[in-house]
């Protein structure tokens, strides 16, 4: 602290944590105490009272003890001289300020005041060339949402981060595609800065919270005044337009800790060390800083988030509580640089120092913006110059191995016409053929490569692209064009990021890249006969066919005792790691994340339980776990980190397993939906008869054969069910019950275990005659 | 004023030298003037003289052309046996005060806990179950008084305990605690390692100077990781843990209008209930009956810094004021308890209406009035003394002279404090002070500590340290004496950051503390103890006390319990240094011993070094080969400083 920033933060504490009091008596009395409160699908309450005090708020009444220890964490302001050490009462008033301005947002809710609904006053919501995938899952999604903000002048901002959104990031925040997150109070110096700093933020990655304002001007308006894309998919999500709404970016940060590292709420040292050593986030002060913004920042701080202000305030450079500097300061006018624009790269180098982000970024040399968090974007027909693919399209991608001689690294070659001849919205047929030479380059991972292509090119600013092989579906904007973006672009980005990721096994890359049907439809042929082929090859890749699994410890960034172990024949759990994937990754970084495991010292081949795989995990969960199977749930399953993709757990009235998609936010017959079943199964666990797995698990041969595979999923949530039905009734005619996929109750159905016995009595489910679970 | 005093001043403090000025004017007898007409005894002050035995005394004084080694006593002891052994009496009655002062709380404790102490209660009941679990002792569930009387029966078994280790042993970092079992230094029992020592010291047990010396590691540890520490703990559970709170030092505290009430010694149990009294309105109404405006209560020496630490109670000097205060014709009564309490006080008071009130029951001095404080009648006895003081107001002279002098200061820097000052409720840590220490923000951290001595200028090398030490960004942390010296000169604002280096200045800015922290009286330096513990548990500055960038200093010892505290320092890893002059130069040997010897085996030494600027080149240079060790960066007084709150200066004004 500097006692400036000491007095300012108690001063802004005993202010805001007396409005929280008026606000909560006012609604006790209105509403009376029993009055339930919620934050939107999270299953952690009012998180950050939760994650500091364990306190399960769910009714304005619980408030009541909360407000008191705020109040007993109010230390008067420093005297003018003689005064008492500061620093220690500051942060505690930082935290009785985060309590205050929770509990103010949850009588917001009750009074259905959150979401906030942001009057536009005259702002035009820009349908320009990108615009709307968003945020709040209860609000209106995608593009029309522009449209209804326009029609009703409000634009509802994003109320606190639901959990299936947490920890639909949580890979990529462990991988380091999501290297931290910056939340963002005040208002910028102009809208050209404030979109300056946002692109070279998601250019790294880092998700953005926007909050706050000054004299009644926030970045969000900023923001939307210029048409930049705010939502989950582009990294950017508004909360508010006060400073009381930057209280969920510390909820979202206290839920990281619960839902990844295995806490629990009340272990509030933990958790905050957890967001220091772990979660990369920082506060970016646009504008004044006043009482509230300091008592904000320093409850921040208690998080290891420094906080970095364009203004001219008090430095806070010695070390402890942060890992670097606490407080910064970067007075915007006198940052060096040619003009605003530069000014704004060197802020936000400097958040990213002071934060000690690691970034992974490859220079990709293209005339738009290129980052992960460009990925989300969605092009609509009428912003796109041309799309490939898609309905009635044409289009493949297909990544070769080939000898050295015959590639010639970062050539580029185009065969057909380029942008420039197209009609606006045209359909062109595109086919893209990638030659990957390398020392250390193996056929196995030219499928592994190829799948990368999506994320690749899905990177760049204004290019959309969907699917993969001869499905691939790509769009690019009319803005990107005008900015100079051509086909051979595609090249130099897949050129560029093969290079920055897969340097240890790429050593030479070429694309060439065709647009002239004949020859696409043609090289597409050659393409689908290897597709086919490498089908057939993945097919016989089984357990038995290999003497290698890979673990994957990627996660143990965020789940210390987490262990996936990866076979030919299950996914890791994320969905996002197959075990070529893994065996690739070793290939490229032997001291890496995935590790070879031998299979040796097999103990029960009908469990899959090897001592190998045993001692692997002993060794790698901090001596948590001994043992491991990797074909029953109920006996020694597979621990989780977090980021699974579904969670199957045991009904036991009904002898079966339910099997609930993330995506699901609908209740299930055990009673808990997928957030608080996460709660359970997440944070590096063993929980028998309940585990995190991938989608694609369910249609492996492999599916829980130890407990009867397929036959044993009783329940299933209806999404999982339409985007895999044909996978699945594969599956179900493999095992010889092709009628199953429709004995399996979901939520349309069943919510509740009588009904559920209801139905699958009805259906005659074969679970109900197997052998007992239990 | 002569030529010859200028030269060598008695004391730096204004206030000491206006009084020392009347006392000599008056013809008053002080410590400063029998120093002066008494010179240390030659043979003595090197730790010479053996009494262990009727067949000497033994003087160890070589014939000319002979070296010490040549001399031996009529059994044949040599120098260093006997040095060794003086100095090992030293430590052990140093340990048996601080000791006795530990037993004395814990008795207190199991009364309360019982409820046989009218006027005590539990008043940390978290620091309670904190040492409770310190102890091994469960405490989930259990009533506060049922667990304090097992803390204090724990406690109190500590002394009497014959084998096995001391509890708080188990306090220390862990690669001390096994080199201490490696070296059989843990000692197995309070009053065991303290007896031990007498029977070894006698005449013909242990008669080789190192044993002797290894043994005095292991009974003073009694001392710092026993009785102190046991004292310290106690003391927070029965009358709080310390924060910081602003008070005065110096003998203007003292007020021309009240009565005066002046409470000295070491121990907080009758003093604590003092405070209390002085409050009640029925007994401020009787002291205006007698015309006072009011009752005021200062302290001198550490039981000053006990009540400053938890009452915010002034404190009217160190060691040295005890006369000086009486001197002012103002005090209406001094009460003593224990250590340090000079028998000169009753012919001080002498001169004026002051009494002289002796309390415990270990300790009287003839000619003083002796009111016995026991835990049960505590509150009584505490208001028959502040009754005792109203009724002698009517008595004091006309005119007295009360010294203008005195400073404020911020103290009751607890250890529990000092975590939470870095981090608050729920980040306090020590990882702050170790960032700032390994990034060169702090070059390191001085403890000085310790007493007044009258055979050097009062103050003059405790604050010639201090004051360089935070210029070098070293931060200082003080207790007993030191303390108050600090105090009294100023140094114990946070404004003081304006004195710092560049680096130590940006960090107090960012705490808001002083560069000097007031960390308690002596038996508290078993807080720094656990201060070291804990850094050295937060990580990045090695894995023991001894890789710590410290150093401990006492620039103006005199009382046995300085060497004890020192050798407990030296045992759990410090470099030590103490000014005055040294006990055992009598002997090359023991001096090589207590330096080179202990370094090797426990990575902490003794040095005597009356030069003070030696003192300072040798614990920065200290400092910075610790730094080195570690492998930190390279300390630059320029590297750092562009944090804070001057560069808003103009404007926010």
Not at chain 1, 82 to 102: H, K, R, S
Not at chain 1, 266 to 274: E, S
Not at chain 1, 297 to 304: D, L, P, Q, V
Not at chain 2, 593 to 606: A, S
Request: proline share 4%; hydrophobic share 40%; net charge negative.
């Amino acid at each position: 602290m500097s006692k400036y920033i000491a007095t300012a933060a108690i001063r802004g504490s005993h202010a805001i944590v007396l409005e929280a009091e008026k606000t909560l008596s006012q609604a006790i009395k209105e509403l009376g105490p029993d009055t339930p409160v919620a934050f939107t699908n999270t299953a952690y309450f009012l998180p950050t009272i939760y994650g500091y005090t364990g306190t399960k708020v769910q009714t304005l009444g619980d408030m009541v003890p909360i407000m008191e220890k705020a109040r007993s964490f109010l230390a008067p302001v420093p005297a003018d001289r003689l005064w008492l050490p500061y620093l220690g009462e500051t942060l505690d008033a930082g935290v009785a300020t985060l309590f205050a301005e929770e509990i103010i947002m949850g009588v917001r809710f009750v009074r259905g005041e959150q979401p906030e609904r942001m009057p536009l006053n005259g702002i035009k919501v820009q349908t320009s060339e990108v615009s709307g995938a968003f945020t709040s899952p209860d609000e209106e999604v995608g593009a029309g949402r522009a449209a209804a903000a326009q029609s009703n002048g409000h634009y509802t901002l994003n109320g606190p981060i639901d959990d299936i959104q947490l920890r639909t990031w949580g890979i990529q925040l462990v991988d380091g595609r999501m290297p931290g997150f910056a939340a963002i109070v005040g208002c910028a110096k102009s809208n050209e800065v404030a979109v300056r700093i946002v692109r070279e933020l998601q250019r790294r990655g880092i998700l953005i919270f926007l909050c706050g304002n000054v004299n009644g001007r926030s970045i969000i308006h900023q923001l939307l005044e210029e048409g930049v894309q705010l939502g989950y998919d582009t990294y950017t999500v508004p909360f508010g337009t006060d400073t009381v709404s930057a209280i969920y970016p510390l909820g979202f940060a206290t839920r990281s800790a619960l839902t990844f590292g295995g806490m629990t709420g009340g272990q509030a040292r933990d958790i905050l060390l957890y967001n220091k050593n772990r979660v990369f986030a920082f506060v970016l002060a646009l504008g004044e800083v006043d009482d509230l913004k300091y008592a904000t920042a320093a409850g921040a701080i208690t998080y290891g988030f420094p906080v970095i202000a364009d203004t001219l305030i008090p430095q806070i450079l010695p070390t402890g509580i942060t890992t670097y500097e606490h407080v910064v300061s970067m007075p915007f006018d006198e940052i060096e640089g040619k003009d605003d624009l530069e000014r704004a790269d060197r802020l936000v180098e400097r958040c990213i120092e002071v934060r000690g982000v690691k970034i992974r970024m490859a220079q990709v040399d293209i005339p738009v913006a290129y980052g992960s968090a460009f990925e989300g974007e969605i092009i609509r027909r009428d912003a796109m110059l041309a799309e490939f693919g898609g309905k009635g399209g044409i289009t493949f991608e297909y990544l070769k191995m080939a000898d050295s001689e015959d590639v010639q690294d970062g050539r580029v070659e185009l065969e057909g016409p380029d942008l420039d001849t197209f009609k606006e919205g045209a359909n062109v047929p595109l086919g893209i053929v990638v030659e990957v030479a390398g020392r250390k380059m193996q056929k196995d991972f030219e499928s592994v490569l190829e799948r990368q292509i999506h994320h690749m090119i899905n990177g760049a600013e204004g290019v959309q692209h969907i699917g993969q092989r001869d499905i691939a579906w790509v769009r690019i904007a009319k803005g990107s064009y005008q900015r100079g973006f051509r086909l051979r672009h595609l090249g130099s980005i897949l050129h560029a990021k093969l290079h920055a990721d897969y340097s240890a096994i790429v050593d030479k890359v070429q694309v060439k890249i065709y647009t002239n049907k004949a020859k696409v439809e043609e090289l597409r042929e050659v393409a689908r006969g290897v597709y086919n082929e490498r089908n057939i090859k993945t097919a016989n890749l089984t357990d038995e066919s290999v003497d290698t699994f890979y673990s994957c410890t990627l996660c143990q960034s965020f789940a210390p005792s987490h262990v996936c172990i990866i076979n030919p024949e299950r996914v890791g759990l994320c969905g996002a790691y197959n075990w070529l994937d893994c065996k690739a990754s070793y290939e490229l970084n032997p001291t890496g994340p995935n590790q070879p495991i031998a299979k040796k010292g097999l103990i029960s081949a009908e469990k899959g339980e090897w001592e190998s795989a045993n001692q692997f995990l002993y060794q790698h969960s901090n001596s948590t776990f001994n043992r491991l199977t990797l074909y029953s749930v109920m006996d020694a399953p597979m621990t989780a980190c977090g980021c699974f993709e579904c969670i199957m757990m045991l009904i036991p009235e009904a002898n079966g397993f339910m099997v609930v998609s993330r995506e699901d936010t609908g209740m299930t017959p055990a009673g808990m939906a997928f957030s608080t079943l996460a709660g359970v199964a997440g944070g590096g666990q063993q929980s028998p008869g309940m585990m995190g797995h991938g989608k694609y698990y369910l249609v492996s041969k492999k599916f829980i054969p130890k407990e009867g595979g397929l036959k044993r999923v009783v329940w299933m949530s209806a999404n999982l069910k339409e985007s895999m039905e044909s996978e699945l009734r594969e599956a179900c005619q493999r095992i010889g019950e092709p009628g199953l996929i429709d004995k399996i109750a979901d939520g349309r159905n069943a919510t509740t275990v009588e009904q559920l016995m209801a139905f699958l009595e009805e259906v005659g489910h074969p679970a109900l005659t197997m052998e007992s679970l239990i | 004023m002569t030529q010859r005093k200028r030269q060598a001043p008695q004391s730096i403090d204004p206030a000491a030298i206006e009084m020392l000025e009347l006392a000599e004017a008056e013809g008053f007898s002080t410590a400063f003037s029998r120093a002066k007409a008494m010179a240390p005894c030659p043979i003595g002050v090197d730790g010479l003289c053996c009494r262990m035995c009727f067949m000497g005394p033994c003087r160890f004084v070589p014939k000319r052309g002979q070296s010490i080694e040549d001399v031996t006593g009529v059994c044949g002891a040599t120098a260093a046996t006997i040095v060794a052994r003086n100095f090992a009496r030293m430590v052990a009655a140093g340990a048996s005060a601080h000791s006795d002062h530990g037993r004395d709380m814990a008795f207190v404790l199991l009364a309360a806990a019982k409820g046989e102490a009218r006027g005590f209660s539990i008043r940390d009941e978290g620091k309670l179950r904190k040492v409770a679990h310190l102890m091994g002792i469960e405490d989930k569930g259990r009533p506060v008084a049922e667990v304090a009387q097992e803390v204090a029966e724990k406690a109190l078994s500590n002394f009497g305990q014959q084998t096995g280790e001391i509890t708080y042993a188990s306090r220390a970092p862990k690669r001390r605690q096994e080199l201490w079992r490696r070296l059989n230094l843990v000692p197995r029992g309070i009053d065991r390692e303290i007896v031990e020592t007498l029977h070894r010291t006698g005449m013909g047990t242990d008669q080789d100077p190192e044993h002797i010396l290894h043994h005095t590691l292991r009974a003073s540890m009694t001392d710092g990781w026993g009785g102190s520490m046991l004292a310290t703990d106690i003391s927070d559970i029965l009358f709080g843990t310390p924060k910081p709170r602003t008070s005065q030092a110096n003998l203007g505290v003292l007020k021309a209008d009240q009565v005066n009430l002046v409470i000295h010694g070491h121990d907080p149990t009758l003093s604590e209930q003092i405070t209390e009294a002085i409050r009640e309105p029925e007994l401020i109404q009787y002291a205006m009956s007698k015309g006072a405006k009011g009752i005021n209560l200062a302290g001198i020496c550490c039981t000053s810094n006990e009540v400053l630490m938890r009452q915010g109670v002034p404190s009217a000097g160190n060691m040295l004021h005890q006369e000086l205060a009486i001197l002012t014709g103002a005090v209406e009564a001094m009460v003593v308890d224990v250590q340090c309490t000079m028998e000169a006080l009753v012919g001080a008071a002498a001169h004026f209406h002051t009494k002289v009130i002796t309390t415990s029951p270990k300790a009287k001095i003839e000619g003083a009035t002796h009111i016995e404080m026991e835990p049960h009648n505590a509150y009584q006895v505490a208001r028959l003394i502040v009754r005792t003081a109203i009724d002698n107001y009517p008595n004091r002279p006309d005119s007295v002279h009360i010294p203008s002098q005195f400073s404020d200061l911020v103290a009751g820097f607890s250890h529990e404090y000092l975590r939470y000052m870095q981090g608050g409720t729920y980040r306090g840590s020590f990882r702050p002070l170790n960032d700032a220490i390994m990034s060169g923000r702090i070059r390191g951290a001085a403890g000085v500590v310790g007493c007044n001595n009258p055979r050097v200028t009062q103050d003059r090398g405790i604050m010639r340290l201090i004051q360089e030490y935070i210029k070098n960004d070293v931060l200082v942390v003080v207790t007993g004496c030191g303390a108050i010296a600090a105090g009294k000169h100023g140094y114990l604002v946070p404004e003081m950051m304006e004195q710092c280096g560049k680096g130590l200045r940006e960090v107090c800015e960012a705490v808001g503390i002083p560069p000097v922290l007031h960390v308690g009286s002596c038996v508290d330096n078993s807080r720094i103890l656990t201060v070291l513990t804990e850094m050295v548990e937060e990580g990045g500055l090695g894995d023991d006390i001894s890789d710590l960038p410290a150093v401990g200093i006492c620039p103006e010892w005199m009382n046995e319990k300085a060497l004890t505290i020192a050798t407990y320092f030296v045992a759990s890893g410090a470099y030590v240094l103490f000014g005055v002059g040294s006990p055992v130069s009598g002997s090359p040997k023991v001096v090589e011993l207590m330096t080179k010897g202990w370094e090797e085996l426990v990575g902490g030494k003794l040095e005597f070094e009356p030069d003070i600027d030696k003192i300072l080149q040798k614990s920065l240079a200290h400092i910075d080969a610790k730094r080195r060790a570690l492998k930190l960066v390279t300390y630059d007084p320029n590297q750092y400083g562009q944090s804070g709150d001057r560069r808003l200066a103009g404007i926010t004004a």
